[in-house]
């Protein structure tokens, strides 16, 4: 029988590149976001199964869980959902917007987590090993100026990761982080510039092979398929262009050969 994965944020960016990796990987999937549309046409795509939910709903997450235990073991959940919005100072920027970060960046991932963690459990029992990834970023460890909000949900966000796993030692589930650097999605740094889309382009401009979604999802992919004694505590991954959030290189890196 054919392991399942819930990933959360599936509706674009590197939520769906990782339920397209999955499936092509065999596994069954159910993707969950807010948009009904996108989802729908990811499941077209690719045969997922979907549940339209939001993660900062105690509702949401109620019916995602009540939804999942109808359809048997759960094996693997991503939590992806997540996202930065604004690039304010400390003292300029909206206390709304921090909430909403902190909201979906966190308090999402621990719903989720608090809602699927039985069914985790039992699918360890099923296929040996049960699986929790949230998907934080490098914003998680190194602050930058005009990032203090989302620097704080993120910094939390691995904070509860490294709980968690002290918590479930001694249960077969892995807890495990992937933090990215910059990744060029269609999203992120729209969403963060309130739709601005000059801002948004600027973000990666001149950046000499940025991340992409699919860059995102091997790593994702990658850990959860590992042997099952194997625990990818913390990936780090970003453009070779990025040194740091700071320290990002503009122009050609790569020569125009193919690589050897």
């Known amino acids: 029988m054919a392991k399942r994965v819930v990933v959360t944020g599936a509706s674009s960016g590197i ?38 939910a939001d993660v900062t709903s105690d509702a949401d997450v109620e019916a995602l869980r009540e939804r999942l235990v109808a359809e048997g073991p759960l ?22 917007d921090w909430a909403r970060m902190y909201d979906i960046n966190v308090l999402g991932v621990k719903r989720v987590i ?14 040996g090993v049960a699986d929790i990834l949230t998907v934080t970023s490098i914003a998680g460890y190194v602050p930058y100026e005009g990032g203090a909000g989302y620097n704080a949900a993120k910094f939390a966000a691995r904070a509860l990761m490294g709980v968690l796993r002290l918590e479930l030692n001694g249960e077969p589930i892995r807890v495990l982080e992937v933090a990215p650097g910059m990744v060029h999605t269609e999203e992120f740094s729209l969403v963060r510039f309130g739709g601005d889309r000059e801002k948004a ?13 699919e860059d995102v999802a091997e790593a994702i992919v990658h850990a959860i398929e590992l042997p099952r004694h194997v625990n990818l505590d913390l990936v780090t991954i970003k453009p070779v262009a990025q040194a740091s959030p700071t320290k990002l290189t503009r122009g050609q890196i790569f020569g125009t050969g193919v690589p050897t």
């Open 15 to 52: 939520g769906a590149a990782t339920v397209r990796l999955f499936r092509a990987r065999g596994w069954e999937v159910v993707a969950v976001a807010r948009r009904k549309d996108r989802l729908q046409a990811l499941a077209e795509e690719t045969g997922a199964g979907y549940v339209v």
């Open 75 to 96: 094996h693997a959940l991503v939590n992806n959902a997540g996202g930065a919005i604004g690039l304010g100072s400390v003292e300029s920027s909206s206390t709304d």
């Open 114 to 127: 608090s809602a699927l963690l039985p069914l985790l459990r039992d699918g360890a029992k099923d296929g």
């Open 201 to 213: 382009d600027a973000v990666y401009a001149d950046v000499d092979s940025p991340l992409v979604a």
